[in-house]
């Protein structure tokens, strides 16, 4: 009987340090947003409408930070976020965010958007060399940037102003 | 700074309208949350890794010790300091010297590297390090310890750790600071020690000065010696500890300059030892663009190490060492996830004989000539960094040895991970050679294996767990018997000594508190051969070591300005040899655990820079002895008793 009530002390400690560490998320993903949201503000597409539909692919903490931008508008669209687990659910929205643990499906990701203009950006470091249009890095000083691939967003005509393109860490 | 000014933009950028962001704005941003002050410290660049890495990536497992913490406890001296780091011990070699003990093993001979703002502390005879009322604890910005090899960038003399020393004056200090620390027995005064730092910091020029210096006692118990033969004697007359050092650095631009004298005066109840030790070293950061940096180095030590004899009487050994030391290493950095280290280095020792003996193999001196190479590797990929590196050391009087090192490591959100592999080497020192029992000895080799996790539950909370394995093969011995004009001493290989275990450590810091908790566990290794380290009791344990230790560090922020802060460290029971029996044979006996239990208060900014503080090391007068850490014909030494310590610091900055 003592053991059990052991065992159950052990379990609530346990169970609180693992839900102490769901507060203790070091990366930030708030910023990681704020640069989504910016991107997306200094970019262009050939397509008109009234919304801006993002669209968060895999699971990343990023989608909870661009629910808050939900609604808000950006160059006179409604920022419309929604988060998918399937390729096939991406359909063509505007910017498609691509989740550190999706990198792997960036080649499934490039050819269910070929041709379209859908601006890709990817979560992992190097991904923009693999064909997405933008992809994070950080730096040593631990500040945020992002990497360009303006061929593909040419061929996407998507168009990015040339002061986001001049902060850009590397372009190719 | 960069963090505070992120968290304040990012509540302005979030707080407007998302039209009204300058997009520059967004380049100052961080990645990651604001670093709690334990992610302060554990995120700091590690000078010792030689390598831009934070201490929960760099390729070794690492304990570092802050100027906060060191003024906060209260420390006396690095004895004090090293006994609250997992894994380490102080024992005694012989003549009431004490060294360093590391993970289970005798690590004071070549095995650890002590460095004081980058001049090594090992002297060149014998390659210890005299312990004990010796470096100036008040003064130390940070003590960044690596608890593994370090061979493959250090050399021959870190085959199990590596400890680097930074004072305040070297680091940061621009401005002068005096200090003065009193301990006090209830029958006897433990020490009295002051010093003096001035240091100015420049855009171009830079220089600092500093001088340490005092008296102290080894013990103040009274105590009699069977085994090494003296009567009832009251310790605290009769044996001294003695410390003194100059310490000037000049820096101009990328020239670096570094000049140091250190003494250190000891004796036990018969004998007198000192330790003189000169260093100069010349270095130049030369960055040739962003991805080239070489840096020559010239180095020159003249040292006198464990100059002793009887007191009052002429030395029975007095020798001069001197080293003289080149070496260029270079940086490339082959892109922001790729560099590497590398570098080739030579040196000339020679050993004289002061005393005109002929004590080197009947000439009065003799000479070892160096050489070494290295490189390593860092690779950084999004799963692990992956440190690639070896040694090879060769020798004009030893066989080469060559050394690879592997490590992965990585910090994950809030996990982090190590696998370090290292071959390690202690290269034979002049002493070694000259006393060498069969005419030649070689280099001893470890292989350590390391494995590090760590879980970061909150930003104040870090739990970090490491296991090793140590093998050393070929381990260089210290033997010695008879007594005068029949002491015999020599050095041989024994076939293999090692040992395993695990280090946990706990670390938490709020606001106003903060707590280190550690546990060490160590096991000697089956198969050890070296006699002289066994006890008859057991086959897990070495003479003086415990099997486990736990340290509790605790500090509370009474005020903004007064600190309490109670340590405490718990041993299990050791064994040593503390008498003869009838036929006049060393008896070895268990001697039992101990709680050695420390408080102090510290009041910082009495007067704008003055801090005093006042505590008590020892409070229930524990006394716990320090063994000899092999059988060598000493009893242990008495513990000292219950000490008040009384520090006095103030600090004037020079303005801008």
């Given at each position: 009987m003592k053991s059990m009530s052991r065992i159950k002390i052990y379990l609530l400690v346990f169970i609180s340090l693992v839900a102490a560490s769901a507060h203790?998320?070091?990366?930030n993903y708030q910023v990681y947003a704020l640069f989504v949201v910016n991107i997306a503000k200094y970019s262009s597409w050939p397509t008109t409408g009234a919304e801006m539909d993002i669209v968060v692919f895999g699971k990343s903490k990023v989608f909870d930070e661009l629910m808050k931008q939900n609604g808000k508008v950006v160059n006179g669209r409604t920022i419309k976020v929604r988060q998918v687990e399937n390729i096939t659910e991406v359909g063509q929205p505007h910017v498609l965010y691509v989740a550190d643990g999706k990198s792997g499906a960036i080649d499934e990701v490039m050819k269910s958007t070929e041709g379209k203009p859908v601006l890709i950006i990817g979560e992992r470091e190097g991904l923009f060399k693999k064909g997405a249009g933008f992809s994070f890095v950080v730096m040593d000083n631990s500040t945020l940037r992002y990497d360009i691939n303006s061929t593909e967003l040419e061929k996407r005509q998507i168009k990015v102003s040339k002061n986001l393109s001049a902060l850009a860490n590397s372009t190719i | 700074m960069i963090k505070k000014f992120s968290v304040t933009l990012l509540l302005i950028v979030f707080g407007l309208p998302i039209f009204g962001q300058d997009l520059d704005s967004l380049m100052n941003l961080n990645a990651y949350t604001e670093e709690s002050d334990l992610q302060k410290i554990l995120n700091k660049n590690v000078a010792v890794s030689t390598q831009k890495l934070t201490t929960r990536e760099t390729p070794g497992i690492i304990s570092l010790i802050t100027a906060e913490e060191i003024r906060n406890s209260g420390a006396r001296d690095m004895i004090d300091v090293l006994r609250m780091v997992p894994g380490f011990e102080v024992m005694q070699d012989l003549q009431f010297v004490m060294g360093l003990g590391l993970r289970g093993s005798?690590?004071?001979?070549?095995?650890v590297l002590v460095m004081l703002d980058g001049q090594p502390f090992n002297e060149l005879l014998f390659q210890t390090v005299a312990l004990g009322n010796r470096f100036p604890v008040d003064a130390i910005e940070r003590i960044e310890i690596i608890r593994g090899p370090g061979s493959a960038i250090y050399g021959g003399s870190a085959e199990y750790g590596v400890i680097n020393i930074i004072t305040k004056a070297a680091e940061s200090l621009d401005g002068v600071v005096v200090y003065g620390t009193g301990g006090f027995h209830s029958g006897a005064v433990g020490r009295t020690n002051g010093g003096v730092m001035v240091a100015q910091k420049g855009d171009e020029f830079s220089w600092d000065f500093s001088l340490f210096g005092g008296k102290g006692i080894v013990s103040d118990q009274r105590h009699a010696d069977e085994i090494y033969g003296y009567p009832e004697m009251d310790l605290a007359n009769e044996t001294n500890a003695d410390p003194m050092n100059v310490n000037l650095g000049l820096k101009y631009k990328q020239l670096t300059f570094r000049a140091m004298y250190d003494q250190f005066k000891t004796s036990d109840p018969i004998l007198f030892i000192s330790n003189k030790n000169f260093y100069a070293d010349l270095q130049y950061e030369w960055k040739i663009n962003d991805k080239w940096q070489v840096t020559p180095h010239l180095k020159y030590y003249n040292q006198q190490p464990?100059?002793?004899?009887?007191?009052?009487?002429?030395?029975?050994f007095k020798a001069r060492a001197t080293r003289m030391l080149s070496q260029v290493d270079a940086l490339y950095t082959i892109s922001r996830k790729a560099s590497v280290t590398f570098g080739a280095l030579y040196f000339q020792d020679e050993a004289t004989d002061l005393l005109d003996d002929g004590y080197f193999g009947g000439a009065q001196s003799m000479t070892l000539n160096n050489f070494a190479v290295f490189a390593q590797g860092l690779f950084k990929h999004r799963l692990a960094n992956a440190t690639i590196g070896f040694r090879y050391e060769k020798s004009n009087r030893y066989d080469g040895a060559f050394v690879p090192r592997l490590a992965l490591t990585k910090k994950i959100e809030n996990f982090h991970f190590k696998v370090l592999y290292s071959q390690a080497f202690r290269a034979p020192s002049l002493q070694n050679i000259n006393l060498a029992k069969t005419g030649s000895v070689n280099p001893e080799r470890s292989n350590v294996f390391e494995l590090e996790l760590g879980y970061q539950f909150t930003p104040e909370m870090l739990l970090a767990v490491n296991a090793f394995s140590i093998n050393t093969k070929d381990i260089l011995v210290y033997s010695s018997e008879g007594v005068d004009d029949d002491f015999v001493e020599w050095y041989e290989n024994e076939e293999k000594s090692g040992s395993q275990g695990l280090e946990v450590v706990y670390s938490i810091r709020k606001k106003n508190w903060y707590a280190h908790v550690t546990y060490s566990f160590s096991r000697a290794i089956r198969d050890n051969t070296v006699a002289v380290y066994e006890v008859p009791q057991t086959s897990n344990q070495y003479i003086g070591f415990p099997m486990s230790k736990v340290t509790l560090n605790t500090n509370f922020n009474i005020t903004s300005k007064l600190t309490f802060n109670p340590t405490f460290i718990y041993a299990s029971k050791r064994f040593a040899y503390t008498t003869l029996d009838d036929d006049e044979n060393p008896v070895c006996t268990e001697l039992d655990p101990y709680v050695l239990a420390n408080a102090f208060l510290n009041y910082s900014n009495?007067?704008?820079?003055l801090t005093i503080g006042v505590g008590a090391y020892d409070i229930f007068n524990a006394k716990p002895a320090i063994p000899q850490a092999?059988?060598?014909d000493y009893a242990p030494i008495p513990g000292r008793s219950r000490e008040y310590v009384v520090k006095l610091s103030y600090q004037l900055n020079f303005k801008k």
């Open positions: 203790a998320q070091t990366t | 005798w690590a004071n001979e070549g095995k464990w100059t002793y004899g009887t007191k009052d009487e002429s030395p029975d009495l007067f704008p820079g092999y059988l060598g």
